[in-house]
């Protein structure tokens, strides 16, 4: 079973889904395409150079 959950944090209410399986492939092509359009058209050659710019970002949002 897989199970989906989000708090409502205006009125305090729990929104669920309960799934006989999960779709974790699906879930990856998502984050992908996201990845995707969060970095087209940026000047990054390789991967590593990507990683490291979504590492710095990372790092400075949690250190806000």
């Known amino acids: 079973m897989h199970?989906?959950?989000a708090?409502?944090?205006?009125?305090?209410?729990?929104?669920y889904r309960i799934r006989p399986r999960k779709r974790w492939r699906a879930f990856?092509?998502?984050?992908?395409?996201l990845r995707y359009v969060a970095l087209n058209g940026t000047d990054h050659r390789r991967?590593?150079?990507?990683?490291?710019?979504?590492?710095?970002?990372?790092?400075?949002?949690?250190?806000?």
């Open 47 to 64: 991967h590593a150079e990507q990683n490291a710019a979504i590492n710095a970002y990372i790092r400075w949002r949690n250190c806000r």
């Open 28 to 33: 990856l092509a998502l984050l992908k395409a």
């Open 7 to 15: 708090l409502d944090l205006a009125i305090g209410k729990m929104y």
């Open 3 to 5: 199970m989906l959950a």
